[in-house]
Antibody
């Protein structure tokens, strides 16, 4: 059973760059699937941020693509997200996830709350 | 690409059936059978309950069923139970991008 675990800063200030890492266990990220990030602002719905294919191809939400980078670290079986110039609107629970080739999110991390506040 | 459109809330009494709609376009829902549904209880991680329009993952109750007609997908919960009270999200997959609906809060009266 694949397991995903996010790690991140918790609290940030506006204009900083958010860096999140997802540790994947019990499955090699190079074996298949997309690996993605999804966020959920407090009390609001789910928003997809980005996917990276096991081969390294990347796909970004049009609304965030100017600020987002997703990457794989195959040596550590991890993938990461970078989001630049954060504002209060980026406050959310950030989930890392495994995404199937038909867009099925079949495994989720527990989520990490990132709060942007001055 | 715009978010998929779901009703903000749906309610029903125990034992009843309810249906949640998810409207998209011919480019997303209408064009492919890549529709998934997720259930999220308060403070919990979303859980996959339907994929590929109408398939259920192992372990998901057969009270949950999915369908699609044209550009609209639907999730039906039969025999509504108190534990079904949660938020439900539809999603589609287009150009390797995941598109979510705004979510529907299901209330069991």
């Amino acid at each position: 059973q694949v397991k995903l675990q996010e790690s991140g800063p918790g609290l940030m200030k506006p204009s900083e760059t958010l860096s999140l890492t997802c540790d994947v266990s019990a499955y090699s990220i190079t074996s298949g699937y997309f690996w993605g990030w999804i966020r959920q602002p407090p009390g609001k719905g789910l928003e997809w941020i980005a996917n990276i294919y096991h081969s390294g191809s990347t796909y970004y939400s049009p609304s965030l693509q100017s600020r987002v980078t997703i990457s794989l670290d195959t040596s550590k079986n991890q993938f990461s997200l970078s989001l630049t110039s954060v504002t209060a609107a980026d406050t959310a629970v950030y989930y890392c996830a495994r995404v199937g080739v038909r867009g099925v999110v079949d495994s989720w991390g527990q989520g990490t709350l990132v709060t942007v506040s001055s | 690409q715009s978010a998929l459109t779901q009703p903000a809330s749906v309610s029903g009494s125990p034992g009843q059936s309810i249906t949640i709609s998810c409207s998209g376009t011919r480019s997303d829902i209408g064009g492919y059978n890549y529709v998934s549904w997720y259930q999220q209880h308060p403070g919990k991680v979303p859980k996959l309950i339907i994929y590929d329009v109408s398939d259920r993952p192992s372990g998901v109750s057969n009270r949950f069923s999915g369908s699609k007609s044209g550009n609209t997908a639907s999730l039906t919960i039969s025999g509504l139970q108190a534990e079904d009270e949660a938020d439900y999200y539809c999603s589609s997959f287009i150009n390797r991008n995941v598109l979510f609906g705004g979510g529907t809060k299901v209330t069991v009266l």
